[in-house]
């Protein structure tokens, strides 16, 4: 268990943990504002407590698939600050050397298999991790995260399907920000959603508010017992809220205020830093570790803008082995 | 009688569909977000005006909303299918290629699936390799399948309108690059332009160039500077890549007697091979070369600015390549 | 109401539907083997009364669309048998004028909108039919067969949600033959399959036997007046058995022969047709009205048989209006 | 030392999956229905053997069964993905382009996909539109994969063996219309081919003719035709499309200055357009005439066997094209 993986049951280290993620998106939209960080970035800014809750009880060799909205799970699961700011910058020592960028950010080393810009793709991959560990009979387990628009995508059927019919060991993390992009996503989904459709082709379900990070915490922990110990997939429905927009650029003004301004004071942050402080820590001590978390942050931010672009002759690097074009050819 | 505005391509695209939508009642949309817009702002303020039948927002369904047009079209409308990046047309592929394109050969000409699928194309600032790609070559080998790819508001306004008359599938491919550009629309000219017919934007004897979408733009940089050295450059804009001009191109061939292809794709396998093999066969005895491709490499488009630059073919590629087609040219007559 | 659509409760006209379906599978299974029919023929014997009873409430400007197995489909939405049979012989004057052939026929002027080779892909095509219906404000509805493997394509998902989120006035009759080609379904399928899965999405289910054509005239009944009031979308899971192998050519002798038997042994036609003399109808009568009907097709499969091939030329027709290839252009 | 016996594709295709299961635990199968042989039998005998775990019968979940091979490829094993027809590819063609292709990439080196997806591809026996079609052109342009077009058993053989243990997604196309063809096949040579070498089928000075798949064995019976007029044809079988052996194009055009690419696909945007526009360009100056090609016209396949055999390159047409070149070549020489 590494340090951003806290034990089941610290709330401490989960609360540095969801604001290790938040001062991350902070930085990161920031440097987005700057041209620093390029193309479309996701923030994950509110949901903190789902990939907080759900990894603090994953070791580093299990396994996870993530969404174009990826950098919480990324953090989470253990990746190092600044390689992954570094991608953002599109720097030549980011996690995929600046080929990937925010949207396909991944840490394979400690079992981060990649953010993903296609909308529910991530679910069959997951399946097939799977299917793989199970294959080989390790008793490693994969989380797939995704968003509450995924539900009405095929491969949402097709991978809860195929997880059902081999018995895998994957769980299923839908975050229901009640938001897909512009849409309100209970607009477009028919039935209850991704619980219900999840519980009709078998799979063991929980619901959750995923603003919690003790509900969360106690989910993961449910989950990955069934999982690790060979019963099946299981699908967590974790509830939470979209505070900003869908992009960094985003306003979403066409949001209500009053919902927007009720779900804001749902912040996971505040209130279980609240929580933390009436249960008898010092706020001194927290204080001193909260610098921590954004001297960690700021020396990510720092390093990336001082790391080398990746050589141009990088672009012809890792196409495939066979077959892989020679530098410069058209 | 002229009445020129300018406009972004954005702007040109609602401007096409306000005047389809009014015309004719069969005509509507459907796609994610659109309501509020699009994600380039092509669908603005359409809903309000024509309400959520005519400008419906979807589930996150690829499948589902390419599906749904074209079981619509078969019942008599003429649905205008947004894909949001030509990527997630991907998620589509079974509905595009086995039921829209095939439908009416299939069923013997009982049926026509009379569908615009849009599907914005290209580079557009670091998206990286899941929205970025440019796929114009894989639907003009498709059978049943039309493909546009436009350069300028003014394209994107007729040749829209003219797709969505079109009683045939179209795949309608807008470069993401270009949404914000805007170019001159002539606001009393409500013909659509014919599909299929290629624009000429510049002439010139030494050379044709042959491009679509926005490197039409990069080609006309390079002609400029070819100028400069007294190079004159027979620019075409293909504009529709199926069915492609050859009648143009041919004509411009014989001219110049030497024929450059460049588009943004990757060059193996692009639909600039068709071009240069079509025009090699049967311009063979006109040409005073090889003819000669440019396009991007055989690599995933990579995020970090500077490997995206890797994709693109520049003014300067382009203008390398003519002196040297010119080049060789002349030490072959040399010799 | 044509003479192929049966009233709602006519036992009678129903089995004479089912057995025009029963004898024109025959007559096509003697013509693959005599290689008059080409490439895959998957024949409907066994499941006639789904299509019988489903069809007989649908006006002729309902719509339908249909699978890879699709006669059955075809002939008892009104669909003449001559131009069906010269289809499958690819003869000019077929539905099709011999380009689409068994997997693809269709007849359009009695709202038959295609047989489909691909599993599941008519599930979002009659979404979209549905969703033009509904848009012209019109009283139609379309019906959508597929079989039980289908349930496990995104399409599945994709297709009825999008039904229920428009609330579209569509019929999907899910035919759980309980095979999928040479596989159980049951083993491929997480929970209880198709019903399950509809209703998860909001669906109005119907679970019937579909070996009975009483049964089936009363969940057509149903669902038909549900959907032409515009009450939504429904989903009737129909309970059958494949009879014969998945195609004309494959013996499935894999399968259990007591299954086999079994089902053999519930094979809807011979006991419609004991249940309607025993209801007191005159057998001479019947067999006059079965010969009717084995005279019919014979008349198809003569007519077919001296019926011409198409024009090679007819290749280079009907592709797309622009840009369509010349004759013998390459 | 040699041990040649006759066997048929489908014999060939399951010798080489029982080689390579039995070297390598991390390789087994998906697909639907293959745990009974597969639809041509490709697979027969092998479930018995290697049992359910290795042999895995899946759902119809074209997506899904793709994908699966993806995450599993990631996690370090070798599938070999089951298509059944390369039609029902386009239901996964968001995990075979946007997924498979671009991993390695995008994730920077981390990752690798090494899955081999097999596509029977082509005419077979009045299958119609949708189980037909030929789509070798399509992958050969996404960078990231391989594409590989055995003609014979001993292909099928040797290039499934080097496909399983080659580290990049693989697309394998094996002619639906050839599976029960014999060949002769080396049961002592267990190497794999190598990917990316075309394979000399018959040597002629007259005429380079270039193909692949089914259409190899069509061109070799023109060729005989050919013989008989004493024009001696160069047949080369490329056997994979990406990375295509430019080399041996090259250097046998350099010998006969002319050449002829046919394939089964869609002339139109087909990948013979790539190699005669890259003969064209590279070659220009040794060839006595324009690159011809051949290939399907740009419609549907058809079901009628009459309609669908307009889709046939004949080898009277190959005859016929080949004296055309001759001919205007002399008239040219002539003149
Ligand atoms: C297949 C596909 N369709 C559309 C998109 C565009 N898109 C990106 S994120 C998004 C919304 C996703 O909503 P949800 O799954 O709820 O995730 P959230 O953004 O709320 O985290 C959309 C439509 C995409 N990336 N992939
Ligand atoms: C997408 C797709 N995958 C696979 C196939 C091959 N195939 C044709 S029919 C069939 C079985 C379908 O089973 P089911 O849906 O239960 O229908 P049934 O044949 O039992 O009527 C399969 C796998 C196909 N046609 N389309
Ligand atoms: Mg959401
Ligand atoms: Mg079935």
């Known amino acids: ?330 | 009688m002229t009445n020129l505005i300018a406009m972004t391509a954005a702007e040109a695209s609602t401007l096409a569909l306000r005047e389809e939508f009014a015309l004719d009642e069969n005509v509507w949309a459907l796609g994610e977000d659109i309501g509020r817009g699009g994600v380039f702002g092509q669908y603005a303020g359409l809903q309000d005006e024509f309400g959520p039948q005519r400008v419906v927002d979807t589930p996150i369904s690829e499948a589902a909303i390419l599906g749904v047009a074209v079981g619509a079209a078969m019942v008599g409308s003429r649905p205008v299918v947004e894909m949001r990046f030509s990527d997630f047309a991907l998620c589509a592929m079974d509905e595009m290629i086995n039921q829209a394109a095939k439908a009416r050969y299939m069923f013997g000409g009982q049926s026509k699936v009379p569908i615009v699928v849009r599907e914005p194309t290209g580079l557009w600032r670091s998206a990286a390799a899941q929205h970025s790609q440019s796929l114009e070559a894989w639907y003009a080998h498709m059978p049943g399948l039309i493909v546009v790819c436009p350069s300028t508001p003014a394209d994107i306004r007729g040749l829209l309108k003219a797709s969505i008359r079109a009683d045939d599938p179209v795949v309608f491919m807008e470069p993401k690059g270009q949404w914000q550009r805007t170019g001159e629309v002539d606001l009393d000219d409500q013909e659509p332009y014919e599909l299929g017919k290629a624009a000429g934007r510049r002439e010139g004897d030494d050379v044709t160039i042959v491009s679509w979408s926005t490197q039409v733009h990069v080609a006309l940089e390079a002609a400029e500077r070819l100028a400069e050295q007294s190079i004159e450059s027979d620019v075409i804009d293909l504009r529709t890549i199926f069915p492609w001009d050859k009648d143009s191109v041919s004509q411009s061939v014989r001219r110049t007697g030497r024929l450059l292809v460049v588009h943004e794709a990757v060059a193996v396998g692009g639909f600039g091979g068709e071009i240069a093999s079509w025009i090699s066969e049967h311009e063979f005895h006109h040409l005073k070369g090889p003819v000669a491709r440019l396009g991007a490499p055989r690599i995933p488009v990579g995020y970090a600015p500077n490997l995206e630059d890797q994709i693109r073919v520049t003014a300067e590629n382009i203008v390398d390549r003519v002196i040297r087609m010119i080049n060789e040219g002349e030490e072959e007559t040399q010799v």
């Open chain 1, 1 to 330: 268990m590494n340090a951003a993986q806290p034990g089941p049951d610290g709330l401490i280290d989960g609360y540095l943990t969801m604001l290790r993620i938040r001062e991350f998106e902070l930085a990161a939209i920031r440097a987005h504002g700057e041209k620093l960080v390029h193309g479309t970035l996701h923030p994950y800014i509110g949901q903190e407590a789902i990939a907080t809750g759900m990894c603090a009880h994953l070791r580093q060799d299990d396994l996870m698939l993530s969404t174009h909205r990826g950098h919480g799970h990324c953090i989470a699961k253990g990746a190092p600050l600044a390689p992954m700011m570094s991608e953002l910058f599109g720097r030549e020592n980011g996690l995929c050397g600046g080929k990937g960028g925010s949207m396909h950010v991944a840490d394979f080393s400690v079992g981060m298999l990649g953010a993903n810009g296609v909308v529910g793709a991530n679910i069959v991959l997951a399946a097939g991790a799977a299917h793989e560990v199970k294959r080989r009979g390790e008793d490693r387990v994969v989380v797939c995260f995704f968003g509450d628009g995924a539900v009405n995508r095929g491969p949402f059927l097709e991978g809860l399907n195929w997880a059902q019919v081999f018995d895998l060991p994957v769980i299923f993390v839908c975050e229901d920000n009640q938001h897909s992009a512009s849409t309100r996503t209970s607009t477009m989904t028919g039935g209850e959603g991704g619980g219900a459709r999840a519980r009709s082709i078998g799979l063991t379900t929980i619901d959750v508010d995923g603003n919690s990070l003790p509900d969360m915490l106690a989910a993961g922990k449910e989950a990955v017992s069934i999982v690790r110990s060979g019963q099946g997939p299981v699908f967590i429905h974790a509830r939470t809220f979209r505070v900003t927009g869908h992009t960094a650029t985003d306003l979403a003004q066409w949001r209500d205020t009053e919902e927007v301004e009720r779900h804001a004071a749902a912040d996971p942050l505040p209130l279980l830093r609240a929580r933390i402080l009436s249960e008898g820590h010092r706020e001194d001590e927290l204080l001193a570790e909260e610098r921590r978390v954004r001297t960690d942050v700021q020396l990510a931010y720092d390093k990336a803008l001082a790391s080398a672009l990746p050589p141009a002759t990088r672009a012809f690097e890792d196409v495939q082995v066979t077959g892989n074009p020679q530098i410069g050819a058209f």
